[in-house]
């Protein structure tokens, strides 16, 4: 349907390694975000991508969204304990205020 | 300080009982939101209300009731007829009724419901 599937469910790694998320869809996107959601907490907003190809960055955070917009990755370099949770995208449905989130992806740090 | 409160924390459920989850917000938002989440199944929209005295359903929404009599508060019954209550709630809010495109949501932070 209507939603967007995210890979992997679990990462583990050790404080100073890389690590990345998917989102896809079968669909092509309107927009991508990305939400962050601490243990214990709520989500929280990081981005949006709009453009297709699009790249931002948010210090060691990099975000992208496919050339066909039916993609997305964050990518976060030398991990820190701080990167703890669980990241989610969601696409948004044009037009309506509805907003559909992948599984998530739930990081563990070790130090 | 702007924000959407929710509460209680933590509620329990008896079996057959109706209990209701209150969500306030101060931001001026049109827009609110009931989402549920169980763990590995990311969130799941329940109800949507883009404006005063109107809801839509969203995917999950058998079992559960909204209202939605004033703009600054969403309030989510979960009935007796929803048979696996157990899991965190989380209600949002987004600024507008109209599509922005720069719209995001912004949440609460969340009831723990579970069955007794």
């Known amino acids: 349907g209507q939603q967007v599937m995210q890979i992997p469910q679990y990462q583990h790694v050790q404080e100073g390694e890389d690590f990345t998320t998917y989102c896809n869809s079968s669909t092509t996107l309107s927009n991508i975000q990305w939400y962050k959601q601490r243990p214990g907490g709520h989500p929280v907003f990081l981005i949006q991508l709009v453009k297709s190809g699009e790249v931002k960055k948010q210090k060691r955070l990099t975000f992208q969204f496919g050339e066909a917009k039916k993609n997305s990755s964050l990518h976060i370099t030398a991990t820190q304990t701080t990167d703890v949770g669980t990241y989610f995208c969601a696409r948004t449905v044009p037009n309506f205020n509805k907003f559909y989130f992948g599984s998530g992806t739930k990081l563990n740090v070790k130090p | 300080d702007g924000g959407i409160t929710q509460s209680p924390k933590y509620l329990f459920r008896k079996e057959g009982q109706n209990v209701t989850l209150s969500c306030e917000q101060n931001l001026n938002h049109d827009a609110m939101y009931w989402y549920r989440q169980d763990p590995g199944q990311g969130l799941r929209l329940i109800y949507y209300s883009q404006i005063v005295n109107d809801f839509q359903k969203g995917d999950i929404a058998e079992g559960y009731s909204v209202s939605r009599e004033k703009k600054e508060s969403f309030p989510l019954t979960v009935t007796s007829a929803q048979k696996n209550p157990t899991a965190f709630y989380l209600c949002?809010?987004?600024?507008?009724?109209?599509?922005?495109?720069?719209?995001?949501?912004?949440f609460g932070s969340g009831t723990q419901l579970s069955v007794l």
């Open positions: 949002a809010s987004s600024v507008s009724l109209r599509w922005v495109e720069d719209e995001k949501l912004f």
